[in-house]
């Protein structure tokens, strides 16, 4: 069974700086097409960002495109989210996802429990 | 980007009916590739169907998904006291950058 975790997750300024990790388990983690997708409070899901399953092939949504930085090391099973000059929008539980293939497009088969991120004065 | 619209934004049903759920995509989803996802206060979302109707693992067959198009339905055929939650649609025809829908909420009558 497929167990993902974050963690990083808190209170931030406006425009500072936040790094959430994913541990994943229970998979070949070089083998997974990994997503970040955020929840804001009483709001529907946002996809934000995927990479391939080498790290090579990398996405934004232009909504945090060149702030946020998603990276992962399959040596250590875990993805990871650099947030910079965050914004009180950027508010949000943030869930790690796996994205599986269904042809050409991806749905998310298994999420983390997600880690609360808080950006305010 | 594809808009997804899902009504009824609440549906208030009891234990043992029907429920159907909608959704409506701002133009055509290529190829069926819509989800569904069950979540629960606290909780993280649950895939429950993928390619507008196919069950993902694990998932009672109370549980059935159809359309095509831009008009897209789940339904429960019997809701159980565990079915009571949210649920989002997600238009994945134009990944990398896929849609979710802003969800139903099925609550208790």
């Known amino acids: 069974q497929v167990q993902l975790v974050e963690s990083g997750g808190g209170l931030v300024k406006p425009g500072g700086s936040l790094r959430l990790s994913c541990a994943a388990s229970?998979?070949?983690?070089?083998?997974?097409?990994m997503t970040w997708i955020r929840q804001a409070p009483g709001k529907g899901l946002e996809w934000i960002s995927y990479i391939s399953r080498g790290g090579n092939t990398i996405y934004y949504a232009d909504s945090v495109k060149g702030r946020f930085t998603i990276s992962r090391d399959n040596a250590k099973n875990s993805l990871y989210l650099q947030m910079d000059s965050l914004r009180a929008e950027d508010t949000a539980v943030y869930y790690c996802a796996r994205a599986l293939y269904d042809r050409s497009g991806y749905y998310f088969d298994y999420w983390g429990q997600g880690t609360l991120v808080t950006v305010s004065s | 980007e594809i808009v997804l619209t899902q009504s009824p934004g609440t549906l208030s049903l009891s234990p043992g009916e029907r429920a159907t759920l909608s959704c409506r995509a701002s133009q055509s989803v290529s190829s069926s590739y819509l989800a569904w996802y069950q979540q629960k206060p606290g909780q993280a979302p649950r895939l429950l169907i993928y390619g507008a109707s196919n069950r993902a693992t694990g998932i009672p067959d109370r549980f059935s998904g159809s359309g095509s198009g831009t008009d897209f339905t789940l339904t429960i055929s019997r809701l159980e006291p565990e079915d009571f939650a949210v649920y989002s649609c997600q238009q994945y025809g134009t990944s990398p950058r896929v849609t979710f829908g802003p969800g139903t909420k099925v609550d208790i009558k």
């Open positions: 229970g998979s070949t983690f070089s083998d997974d097409y």
